[in-house]
């Protein structure tokens, strides 16, 4: 219940948390919402010796137009996100997830940066960000640099972010009325997925997986095939390629990789609505 | 007009809603200083040894005790001699959260940190952490004393071969009652201050009398000065009845550096060492005819106790094999049960205590028999029930001499609300439909046990009587105080009683209040549990108000110069029937009675006072019908309820507000026993729930509304009528839910599946039956 | 580490030197006495600790108090109305027996006034859905649900200054 203590500095500018990045080194851990970084450090299970707090760096909270891209400040809460006008016309998919994320509160605190960076394969935005081919925009102390959503991920709780490194923003490419569908498949209301599927449809389809392998999951054969126009049963047939799912309480590989199916289809009947 | 039976709002409430509830954690005496726990990683293991030094040199921390600190304390009461839990473990340690060492500093930050500096150092044992392993041959043994891992073996008596071999049809089970931890949403937490004029602890817990009298005991201190106070408590569902090792250390560090001592459980211990419920294993075979008709039933239970058996867990069983025979007359009954200790967390009460597990079996198999013979479920009951005009009615259980019911009135109100031919067809239809969802309906006729108090009860569990105390007593003012030993934690016993006692005296309900929870301010009390706080307590309250109400109108009569018998009471004024314009009013009679000068002759000062220890000649037998619909997912295997239709006869209802909200307590928590909740531990007895993110304790969106309607059938054995009530969702629930999953998968030829019925279980069925 | 904070809560400016670890839920609970604020968990799940943070809820025990500095927060002891009359939330849990034991109240009442703030007229399926983030082991939901709904149709219920 009680984190181990550390050392807290504010940074108040991307450049500044760069600054006290490079000041503090490895033992440092950015604090955005706090939504994975806190429950943790509550159990102990992580122990930083200094957090450096971006909450307060009001420029990257925001969500606008750029083109033909909707760019998402790395710090907007969830909660920001599922609300935005701008989001559900552009991308209603993005919008929906960010929506189905924990709870309320979680999507009051929880950034859509954190959880990105957190790269929990069993957490929902991940797969949005897979889905409709997001790139990701991170920056250290040379500059700035760019990353697709696909790359991005490395394996389990491990990203692309390199020590020194933030991420600032999220590039989406506008998918404004085309079909998506996001089907999460929980026992309870309020938990991680036990597999869940993110469809985006249209020009630039994509499919991604939740909780179906050691990171968050982009089924790059059945989205390629989803490009092709194949049909359903094709889609399905590949969806489990190159997954690799975990055991666990609630389901078998067997059973996840069945849950991938049953939920991709339905996504499909639900995106073609 | 009545209060009993008005849906009265809550005194509890103001303070409540407005953050003014004083739980234990609330309170912070000058000085207050914070323990914590080291508990045990390892199911079990020989203590090598434990390093505290770097703990003990951290600034602010106070103390840290290993058992080596504590060598000439006894055992944790509550435990059954030799098989007890050391209040930190002593070289060995027999499950995952078990106590090593506690850690005092001056604030709870700190103390935490201590805490992880202490090194333990294991040498790991094989360990059991179910049954079938503790049964194994050549299990490795917990306890040396036993020679083995059973506690206590109870055989049957006859065996019923004869009628097994006779019957036209028989039919087996083997279930699996899931352990479930009983989750509080307020985990436990003591504060303990012993100085020089005594020991006073608060404590989470439903029985501070009982905790008194044991700790106490324990210490070898008088009574006078040991003080027990359960303030506000968040919930307790029978898990906070134990004695904890918690208790004793807390108060014991206290005298020890002479500071008050807290103790605050996170979740993640609360789900390893507050004590579990459930864990049982049953064998279950019923004989019957082709109609449906029961002629035999033979029963054993299999108890996981856990580590260490205490008192109530070794009555479990013992409860379930008594209510074995639900509402059916079954011509025999077998009972057999067994104890045994696994590399779990210790087992005792949680909501229902034993009754859950009777009445889960006995309702899977009447679903059994229906499915056996083609006979309709709801049939197959009414065929059995035990007819009205049968009570009182000897069951095979000396324990269980049913004194009332109506369960098929119960079952007809039911089908009031269900449509069941309707849903039938419905049912039908869906299976021929491959795309749509499977439907299921499932019932449950159950009846429980409750009412804990005929003397001997309380008594076997430990307790030191089964009555329940109540002091009505009447201020100068014409106000009145009740104190009660009862010692609610949510039931809202504070408005039920003033609601009784408001009858009683003719007082305005909003000049009475309930005192509960200190053993300084209430006399003596047993405490809240088994469904007993109205059935005992209530009755208390009412027995102590009629005798402060037949003084008062001796009072009353003298004033006006009238006889008592002609007296009776409106709006708070005495007066003689049928001349209400000379009346004196309740202050008056009240104030008055404190002045002897003003008093009929041979009554003394204080004659409005009463204290009464109820006693009730019988245990009471709630019960119910229940009906559950759910859909099944063919493709994921989930399951959904979609509706819960709930009859309860819980006797005379005091506020129906209040029972509405018991009986969906418990309902809840029988679904969630039924769908969501299990405490999992690996082979190894690494607990696999043991957070609230695994332990899946439901929320709102996860349990459905609730349809409830009700029948009375009065408590004979009290004079209110009242039955309780605060078991009965979690012992009809279950069986509903699940009865409701098998009947939507029968086609398939599912005859059962166990708790918790979660979606990878049903698809595997669905799989299977492809 | 200490760090001073300073944090307005139930309109009152507060100011404390605390351990930068310091949880805003023993902010409030201990620093500044406000024990209407409760803990239920130590994995962010239970919500027995929301409070408003600038009127919106929150898990006081997933927050840091040096995090929060010139915010506003409001507890159950500022629930209230001005003239100390129940808020209607409050008074829909009583009229409806919203709870039983109390302790997961304070939590329930927090998230379901910013529930009520954002959408004054929600539906049973909404109000559930809102009240995800919050575990009731007593009350089943169902009469929480009633009394959401009570405050909903009561939004201007006010006991004159009764309290
Ligand atoms: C009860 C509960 C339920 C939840 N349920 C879900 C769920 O159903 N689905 C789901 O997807 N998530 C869920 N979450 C997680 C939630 O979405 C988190 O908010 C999210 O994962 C992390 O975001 P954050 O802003 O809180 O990050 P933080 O916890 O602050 O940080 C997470 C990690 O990312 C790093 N980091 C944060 N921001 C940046 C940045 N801009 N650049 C570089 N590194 C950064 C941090 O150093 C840290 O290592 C739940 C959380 C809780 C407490
Ligand atoms: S205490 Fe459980 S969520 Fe905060
Ligand atoms: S009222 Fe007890 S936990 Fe909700």
Known sequence: MIPAQFDYVEATSVADAIRLLAEHGDEAKLLAGGHSLIPLMKLRLVTPATLIDVTHIKELSYIKEDGNNIVIGALTRHRDIEESDLVKKHLPLVAHVAGEVGDPQVRNRGTIGGSLVHGDPAADLPAAALATGATMVIAGKNGERRISAQDFFVDFLETDVQPGEILVAIEFPKHTDAGWAYEKFVRRAMDYSIVGVALQLGAKPGVALVNMSNKPHLAVSASQAIGKGAAIADVLAVINDDTNPPEDLNATVEYRQHLARVLTQRAFATASK | ?770 | MTIRTSITVNGKDTSREVEARTLLVHYLREELGLTGTHVGCDTSNCGACTVLLDGEAVKSCTVFAAQIHDCNITTIEGAAQADGSFSPVQEGFRQEHGLQCGYCTPGMIMASTALLTENPNPTEEEIRHALEGNLCRCTGYEMIVNAVRWAAENPNFTSGGAK
């Open chain 2, 1 to 770: 007009m009545s209060l009993v039976g008005a849906r009265v709002l809550r005194k509890e409430d103001p303070n409540l809603i407005t953050g003014n509830g004083q739980y234990v954690d609330d309170l912070q005496p000058a000085g207050c200083t914070s323990m914590v726990f080291v508990r045990s990683t390892e199911a079990h293991a020989k203590i090598r040894s434990i390093d505290t030094a770097e703990a003990l040199a951290l600034p602010g921390v106070l103390a840290v005790w290993t058992s080596a600190n504590i060598a000439q304390l006894a055992n944790c009461p509550g435990g059954l001699p030799g098989l007890d839990q050391p209040l930190l473990a002593k070289d060995i340690v027999r499950f995952v959260g078990e106590g090593v060492a506690v850690v005092v500093a001056t604030d709870r930050y700190i103390a935490a940190d201590a805490a992880e500096l202490i090194i333990v150092d294991y040498e790991p044992l094989p360990a059991v952490a179910s049954l079938s392993a503790a049964m194994a041959p050549g299990a490795v043994v917990l306890h040396e004393v036993l020679g083995g891992n059973t506690v206590h073996f109870q055989d049957f008596e006859n065996p019923l071969n004869e009628a097994f071999a006779a019957a036209p049809r028989t039919a087996s089970l083997h279930i699996v009652n899931n352990r479930c931890a009983p989750s509080p949403i307020e985990p436990n937490v003591c504060l303990a201050d012993w100085g020089r004029s005594g020991l006073t602890l608060w404590a989470a817990f439903q029985a501070p009398h009982h905790l008194r009298n044991t700790i106490a005991q324990y210490f070898g201190i008088p009574q006078d000065s040991t003080r027990v106070v359960a303030p506000d408590v968040g919930g307790g569902f029978g898990a906070k009845i134990n004695f904890v090792p918690e208790f004793f250390l807390t108060a014991l560090l206290s005298k020890e550096i002479g500071k008050p001592v807290k103790y605050t459980q996170t979740r993640s211990e609360c789900l390893v060492a507050m004590l579990h419920g459930r864990a049982q294993e049953h064998d279950a075979s019923v004989a019957f005819d082709n109609d449906g008709r029961i002629l035999a039933l033979k029963l054993t239970v299999t108890q996981d106790q856990g580590a260490y058996p205490n008192g109530t867990g070794m009555g479990l069983p013992v409860l379930t094999t008594a209510m074995a025979a639900g509402c059916y007359r079954i011509p025999a009954v077998a009972i057999s049960w067994r104890n045994v200790v696994t590399n779990t967390t210790p087992v005792a009460a949680y909501r229902g205590a034993g009754r859950p597990e009777a009445s889960f079996t006995i309702e899977r198999l009447i679903d059994l028999i229906a499915d056996e013979t083609g006979v309709d479920p709801v049939e197959v009951r009414r065929r059995n029930f035990i007819p009205v005009d049968a009570f009182p009615y000897a069951t095979h259980s000396p324990l269980a001499m049913y004194d009332s019911g109506n369960f098929a009135g119960a079952l007809d109100e039911l089908l009031k609300h269900v449509n069941y031919d309707e849903l039938k067809k419905e049912q039908e239809k869906r299976r021929q439909d491959p795309a749509a969802k499977l439907l299921g309906i499932g019932f449950a006729s159950w009846l429980e046990i409750a009412g804990f108090g005929p003397p001997g009860s309380l008594e076997a569990f430990g307790h030191l009587a089964s009555w329940e105390s109540a002091q009505v007593r009447i201020q100068p003012d014409g106000s009145a105080i009740i104190f009660t030993g009862a010692s609610p934690h949510g039931q809202g016993t504070v408005t039920t009683y003033a609601q009784i006692a408001a009858d009683e005296l003719g007082i305005d309900f909003d000049r009475i209040s309930v005192k509960h929870g200190d053993t300084a301010v209430v006399p003596q009390g047993i405490g809240t549990m088994g469904s007993r706080a109205v059935a005992v307590g209530g009755e208390g309250v009412k027995t102590a108000s009629g005798r402060v109400y037949e003084n008062a109108k001796r009072i009353a009569a003298h004033l006006l110069e009238a006889s008592a018998e002609d007296i009776i009471i409106e709006d708070e004024k005495f007066f003689v029937k049928g001349t209400p314009a000379r009346s004196v009013p309740w202050s008056e009679v009240a104030w008055k009675s404190f002045q002897p000068l003003e008093l009929p002759g041979g009554m003394e000062p204080g004659a409005l006072d009463s204290t009464v220890f109820q006693q009730v000649p019988n245990f009471s037998f709630p019960s119910g019908a229940y009906c559950c619909v759910v859909e099944i997912d063919r493709e994921t295997g989930g399951v959904n309820i979609v509706n819960m239709y709930l009859v309860d006869d819980c006797g005379t209802v005091i506020n129906p507000l209040l029972v509405e909200g018991q009986v969906h307590g418990g309902v809840a928590q029988g679904i969630a026993q039924a769908l969501y909740e299990h405490m999992l531990y690996d082979p190894s007895g690494v607990p696999r729930t043991s957070t609230f993110m695994d332990y899946l304790v439901p929320a709102a969106s996860d349990l459905p509304g609730y349809i409830t309607g009700r029948i009375n059938t009065p408590n004979p054995s009290n004079t209110l009528g009242a039955k309780g009530v605060g078991e009965s969702g979690s012992v009809g629930a279950p069986p509903a839910v699940v009865n409701a999953v098998v009947d939507a998968l029968s086609h398939l030829g599912v005859k059962h599946i166990d708790m918790p019925v979660t979606p990878i279980k049903v698809w595997n069925i669905l799989e299977g039956a492809k």
